[in-house]
């Protein structure tokens, strides 16, 4: 009888390493590894030999940053969201895409689960496995770390490197950097160890070497650099009038907002699970980008269309969030967030310098600005009449004179 064969989610670290090889042992199961190239560049050198000698039948190691920044970043920052006021959601954009791969790859290969490194305590457990059940509920999912099997093998990571070097597993685990690091074409995230302190500093000096896609914005460049983006419908499609494709948009905004030392978040966000977490972000170019996009949004979109769509930022951000990427609710929000980005053309340009984006002009050949009826000269089209005002103060104000009437009776 053939083995049962498990798709998992692998990025060559201690844990996933250890549960390549534990998964194999214990469900006597064909592991097939897979690794989505998101972005993280250099940290996937070696994977493919890894993964085999600790006992994957095979990996795929997909390309997927086209699909990443256009099918999943872009429609995201045309919603405009914002987690909680400041995160962009770089890890969170990424997981059901890779889901996403995983059921690709579990159907082509006849798999019937699929794996994943992903605590029992993070979002993460949750974003994957709802991307499958959304996709392919009949494939069984296996979390190693919520079975009480395997927390009592690995109960730290002093078992996890000792299991590693018994079975000739090549691992590279140190203190040198007691955190966790995510990176993708949109961000690199960093949490525990000595961040699980709120009041540890991060932009210290004695901190400067954590950071890996900008500089401390103290040591950025003392000269202020222009760039210009050029969007059609709500897209970003071009830089300095050069057209570019997504992906091109996200490299070349993060080599800029990296110099400049853009993007850093410090903040303690609320983990869908229901606990606190800390978590210190750079996300460059994402940075730029959705402040040109808002700029670009604010010439260009009606008022009550801009309301509306606004009033949903909070609830989309917490969709992505919390893994509901394929769930009916975002995909019809989705489908209003399109709507009103029909006429988000036009150009911005902004001025980068020391971690400040700062905007620096913008224009369209859509625009919904009138400098002769906004001008506060005499106004040629006669568009707006001041004295009108009068009786639209007076019907606004109504309201507020029978309410402070009724509230001035009732202290008599």
Same mark, same amino acid.
């Given at each position: 009888?053939?083995?049962?064969?498990?798709?998992?989610?692998?990025?060559?670290?201690?844990?996933?390493?250890?549960?390549?090889?534990?998964?194999?042992?214990?469900?006597?199961?064909?592991?097939?590894?897979?690794?989505?190239?998101? +972005?993280?560049? $250099?940290?996937?050198?070696?994977?493919?030999?890894?993964?085999?000698?600790?006992?994957?039948?095979?990996?795929?190691?997909?390309?997927?940053?086209? $699909?990443?920044?256009?099918?999943?970043?872009?429609?995201?920052?045309?919603?405009?969201? @914002?987690?909680?006021?400041?995160?962009?959601? /770089?890890?969170?954009?990424?997981?059901?895409?890779?889901?996403?791969?995983?059921?690709?790859?579990?159907?082509?290969? +006849?798999?019937?689960?699929?794996? %994943?490194?992903?605590?029992?305590?993070?979002?993460?457990?949750?974003?994957?496995?709802?991307?499958?059940?959304?996709?392919?509920?009949?494939?069984?999912?296996?979390?190693?770390?919520?079975?009480?099997?395997?927390?009592?093998?690995?109960?730290?990571?002093? $078992?996890?490197?000792? =299991?590693?070097?018994? &079975?000739?597993?090549?691992?590279?685990?140190?203190?040198?950097?007691?955190?966790?690091?995510?990176?993708?074409?949109? %961000?690199?995230?960093?949490?525990?160890?000595?961040?699980?302190?709120?009041?540890?500093?991060?932009?210290?000096?004695?901190?400067?070497?954590?950071?890996?896609?900008?500089?401390?914005?103290?040591?950025?460049?003392?000269?202020?650099?222009? !760039?210009? @983006?050029?969007?059609?419908?709500?897209?970003?499609?071009?830089?300095?009038?050069?057209?570019?494709?997504? @992906?091109?948009?996200?490299?070349?905004?993060?080599?800029?907002?990296?110099? %400049? +030392?853009?993007?850093?978040?410090?903040?303690?966000?609320?983990?869908?699970?229901?606990?606190?977490?800390?978590? !210190?972000?750079?996300?460059?170019? +994402?940075?730029?980008?959705?402040?040109? &996009?808002?700029?670009?949004?604010?010439?260009?979109?009606?008022?009550?269309?801009?309301?509306?769509?606004?009033?949903?930022?909070?609830?989309?951000?917490?969709?992505?969030?919390?893994?509901?990427?394929?769930?009916?609710?975002?995909?019809?929000?989705?489908?209003?967030?399109?709507?009103?980005?029909?006429? !988000?053309? /036009?150009?911005?340009?902004?001025?980068?310098?020391?971690?400040?984006?700062? /905007?620096?002009?913008?224009?369209?050949?859509?625009?919904?600005?009138?400098?002769?009826?906004?001008?506060?000269?005499?106004?040629?089209?006669?568009? =707006?009449?001041?004295?009108?005002?009068? /009786?639209?103060?007076?019907?606004?104000?109504?309201?507020?004179?029978?309410?402070?009437?009724?509230?001035?009776?009732?202290?008599?």
């Amino acid at each position: 009888m053939a083995k049962q064969k498990i798709v998992l989610a692998y990025s060559g670290g201690l844990d996933t390493s250890i549960i390549l090889k534990w998964l194999k042992e214990t469900y006597d199961a064909e592991i097939i590894a897979f690794t989505a190239d998101i +972005g993280q560049k $250099e940290e996937l050198d070696g994977l493919e030999a890894k993964a085999l000698a600790t006992g994957a039948s095979k990996i795929y190691i997909d390309d997927l940053r086209d $699909e990443f920044a256009k099918d999943f970043i872009f429609p995201m920052f045309q919603a405009g969201a @914002l987690y909680e006021g400041q995160y962009l959601l /770089g890890t969170s954009i990424a997981r059901p895409l890779i889901a996403k791969r995983m059921v690709e790859i579990a159907r082509k290969e +006849g798999a019937t689960a699929i794996a %994943h490194g992903a605590t029992g305590k993070g979002n993460d457990q949750v974003r994957f496995e709802l991307t499958v059940a959304a996709l392919a509920p009949e494939l069984d999912v296996i979390a190693p770390w919520r079975l009480d099997e395997f927390r009592d093998t690995f109960p730290g990571r002093a $078992e996890m490197i000792a =299991y590693a070097e018994k &079975h000739g597993i090549p691992v590279t685990a140190s203190a040198a950097k007691p955190y966790s690091t995510d990176r993708n074409l949109l %961000h690199i995230s960093f949490e525990s160890g000595m961040l699980e302190d709120p009041w540890f500093d991060p932009s210290a000096t004695s901190n400067k070497d954590m950071f890996v896609l900008s500089v401390d914005p103290e040591d950025a460049p003392d000269q202020a650099e222009y !760039v210009e @983006l050029n969007f059609e419908k709500g897209n970003c499609v071009g830089l300095n009038g050069d057209l570019m494709n997504p @992906l091109q948009v996200m490299e070349r905004l993060n080599e800029l907002g990296g110099k %400049h +030392g853009i993007g850093r978040v410090d903040m303690v966000e609320n983990r869908f699970v229901g606990m606190k977490s800390r978590g !210190v972000y750079e996300t460059p170019g +994402g940075t730029i980008l959705f402040t040109a &996009h808002r700029k670009m949004e604010s010439l260009t979109m009606d008022r009550e269309v801009m309301n509306l769509r606004d009033s949903l930022i909070s609830r989309y951000a917490t969709l992505v969030y919390n893994g509901f990427w394929f769930a009916p609710e975002r995909l019809a929000l989705q489908a209003l967030v399109d709507e009103s980005q029909k006429n !988000v053309t /036009g150009t911005v340009r902004l001025k980068l310098y020391k971690g400040n984006v700062i /905007g620096a002009g913008v224009q369209s050949p859509v625009s919904l600005y009138n400098p002769d009826i906004a001008t506060m000269e005499a106004d040629p089209t006669q568009a =707006y009449n001041q004295g009108d005002a009068t /009786g639209f103060i007076r019907l606004n104000a109504l309201r507020l004179k029978v309410s402070s009437g009724v509230q001035q009776n009732a202290n008599k």
